[in-house]
């Protein structure tokens, strides 16, 4: 049975392999695309280390990138395994779907063979599913004929746990699209030798410019060619009639820009970032009419002759309907169908973001704690206050070092002292005492299911539109106001004192009391609130948890016909 957190945990699997997917289509050389990929699965798959092992033509297997730890691919990098050796591996280990896993039981009997590997010390797995040291996991990589083009290795999840269903399918699908990359960046390359013996031929070279003048005037979707270098960087030559078309304008008038005039303002930065040769990006151009529009740009550098001027080739796809749709899709998603206002899901990742896992207390104690200790000698050993690691030893001590620290050292059994989260803190008390924090403000309607009842859920629909109109307008910019579900809101408002909160409470009630006009008829709910407070070290379920309950006890409190009456 699929768990209420699935869905979350396969969107943000999805959105993490978009992200390193895209990044796949970025790299320009058949090493940029190796490494690209092995540091796509240690930024976004959740893995610590990996690498590509790719086919050489004489059929062995060598460590061609290695992402992860510069220790491991300064040892490994380069060296070659047999092609029997990788089948032997390949044969044995389990099928997770298209991936090969081998678990450290039964990975002794390699050893021995000459696969290059690289393993660290770690205790025995605790529980079924987690992480050993010696555990190997491998993703083949296929050409579209069938042909092995590489495995991909991969090592020390960052949870510690085997994969699951979706982690396997997402390393699954990446392997599928590196392999893609892959083979384009060899194509590329063939493409770009061929290029080169192409332009010191000058039959050929006619011959080509006459077949490029045809494609680039006739293409279905937008081209131009720009200058490259000096003054006029960027200005365009040449424009075809298709994007004439998208943006409106006549070739004579395109002549007088550069990209950098047309791009929307917001994305002005996008475009500088964009290479000139294999560079890609997506954007908004400005329309005649004022308008913009999405496009993807995809480009190339030319030359006119050999050793002749070279131009910047631009091919500009018309993305405005799939934009849309994915934006559509987004709202879809993260917001209520029925008010507009952000959802439960939405709610509890914007309240997730500002909340951590360690309470604000305990963070300044043990800071305070931590630093006393290290100006003082106490409980910091000679490495710490030699400038390196806790544990490294003395300086010369083998494994000592000096280059200062990868990570943020912990002197505070766990508190990161570079931590720099803007801890949630709550008011001690409901007096004020002059703490600023995040509440959150949980409303419940009273007399709602009365209407529903009476007059219907066309009714009960209108009032709900209406009551998420006027918490809206009754909060701040930034604030946020979510619809939870059924008749229950949710305003999360930051920087407020606990007087503020109630003033906050008493001010959104009465703006739900006035009686509200459905189809020439007027009904009126009330409102009860519940004020909560998010603190770090509480999750978002326990936050909401609290507001809700408050909420109740504020409900109970007063008679029913004051809560009708708001």
């Not at 002197?411 to 949630?424: C, E, F, I, R, T």
């Not at 924090?437 to 007399?447: I, R, T, W």
């Not at 407020?496 to 909160?501: I, T, Y």
Request: proline share 5%.
């Amino acid at each position: 049975m699929e768990t209420e957190s699935e869905p979350y945990v396969r969107l943000a699997t999805l959105r993490q392999l978009h992200r390193v997917v895209a990044d796949l289509n970025t790299a320009r050389s058949l090493a940029d695309t190796l490494q690209t990929v092995v540091d796509g699965i240690v930024t976004g798959l959740g893995y610590e280390l990996a690498c590509v092992n790719l086919v050489r033509p004489d059929g062995d297997l060598v460590v061609a990138a290695f992402a992860g730890d510069p220790a491991a691919e300064a040892l490994i990098t380069g060296r070659v395994g047999s092609r029997a050796s990788w089948e032997r591996r390949l044969a044995m280990g389990e099928d997770w779907d298209g991936l090969r896993f081998i678990p450290h039981t039964e990975g002794w009997v390699l050893l021995e063979d000459d696969v290059p590997q690289w393993h660290t010390d770690g205790p025995d797995p605790r529980f079924e599913d987690e992480w050993h040291p010696e555990d190997r996991l491998y993703a083949p990589m296929y050409a579209t004929g069938g042909e092995l083009l590489g495995v991909i290795s991969v090592d020390r999840p960052r949870n510690g746990r085997h994969p699951g269903a979706w982690g396997r399918e997402a390393l699954q699908m990446y392997a599928f699209q590196a392999a893609i990359a892959i083979s384009n960046a060899r194509l590329r390359a063939n493409m770009q030798r061929a290029l080169v013996r192409l332009e010191r031929e000058q039959q050929a070279l006619r011959a080509s410019e006459e077949s490029f003048r045809q494609a680039f005037e006739y293409a279905p979707s937008g081209m131009a060619i720009a200058e490259m270098g000096g003054d006029q960087h960027g200005r365009l030559l040449r424009t075809n009639d298709a994007l004439c078309r998208l943006l409106g304008r006549p070739a004579s008038v395109l002549r007088r820009y550069s990209f950098s005039d047309l791009v929307h303002p917001e994305d002005i930065g996008t475009l500088l970032r964009t290479s000139a040769e294999g560079g890609r990006a997506e954007l908004r151009l400005g329309r005649r009419d004022g308008t913009y529009v999405w496009v993807s740009l995809r480009n190339s550098v030319v030359a006119d002759a050999a050793d002749g001027p070279r131009f910047l080739l631009t091919h500009v796809e018309d993305i405005e309907e799939r934009k849309r749709h994915e934006l559509q899709l987004a709202h879809r998603a993260s917001h209520d169908s029925l008010t507009g206002l952000p959802n439960s899901a939405e709610l509890r990742a914007r309240l997730s973001a500002r909340l951590c896992r360690m309470p604000q207390q305990t963070m300044r104690s043990a800071a305070v704690e931590a630093l006393d200790a290290a100006y003082e000698g106490r409980g910091v050993d000679a490495a710490v206050l030699a400038g390196g690691p806790p544990g490294a030893g003395e300086p010369g001590d083998p494994g000592f070092r000096y280059d200062g620290f990868p990570e943020p050292f912990d002197l505070s059994g766990g508190v990161d002292l570079y931590d720099h989260h803007v801890h949630a803190v709550a008011p001690a008390s409901e007096v004020d005492d002059g703490t600023k924090g995040l509440a959150v403000l949980f409303c419940d309607l009273d007399g709602f299911k009365s209407i529903n009842d009476r007059f219907g859920h066309h009714t009960g629909d209108a009032v709900l539109i209406e009551v998420a109109r006027r918490l809206t307008t009754g909060v701040r910019d930034g604030d946020t106001v979510a619809r939870l579900g059924g008749d229950e809101f949710v305003v999360l408002a930051d920087g407020l004192g606990a007087a503020d909160a109630a003033d906050l409470a008493v001010r959104l009630r009465n703006a739900i009391i006035p009686p509200i006009r459905v189809d020439g008829r007027a009904v009126r709910v009330g409102a009860s609130f519940g004020i909560g407070w998010a603190s770090c070290g509480m999750s978002a379920d326990e936050v909401l948890r609290s507001a809700d309950q408050r909420m109740y006890i504020e409900k109970r409190s007063r008679s029913k016909a004051h809560r009708r009456a708001g």
